[in-house]
């Protein structure tokens, strides 16, 4: 059974740091892909990150300059460093990972107020 562990999230100032954390358990091989995606109250859920199994990464434009998703494919842990966190940035931030099959994290509240 696949299970998404999410760690890192919290109450921060603005243009302070966080990093998440998401580790994948039961899977057999290293994820096709693995991402950060974030809910904010009364909005879609939208993607923020996401990284291939080679290292490819795309970026939603709004974090841009300030997050940066790795990933450690011993591991199957996907991270994701926010620098400079803003009010807007304020969500719950869920992993995703597709492995055959898509899976999901239980979500990991960051909160950015002054």
């Known amino acids: 059974q696949v299970q998404l562990v999410e760690s890192g999230g919290g109450l921060v100032q603005p243009g302070e740091s966080l990093r998440l954390s998401c580790a994948a358990s039961?899977?057999?091989?290293?994820?096709?892909?693995m991402g950060w995606y974030r809910q904010a109250p009364g909005k879609q859920r939208e993607a923020v990150a996401i990284i291939s199994s080679g290292g490819t990464t795309n970026y939603a434009d709004s974090v841009k300059g300030r997050f940066t998703i790795s990933r450690d494919n011993v591991k199957n842990t996907v991270y994701l460093q926010m620098n400079n966190l803003k009010p807007e940035d304020t969500a719950v931030y869920y992993c995703k990972v597709i492995h055959i099959l898509t899976y999901w994290g239980q979500g990991t509240q960051v909160t950015v107020s002054a």
């Open positions: 039961g899977l057999v091989s290293s994820p096709y892909s």
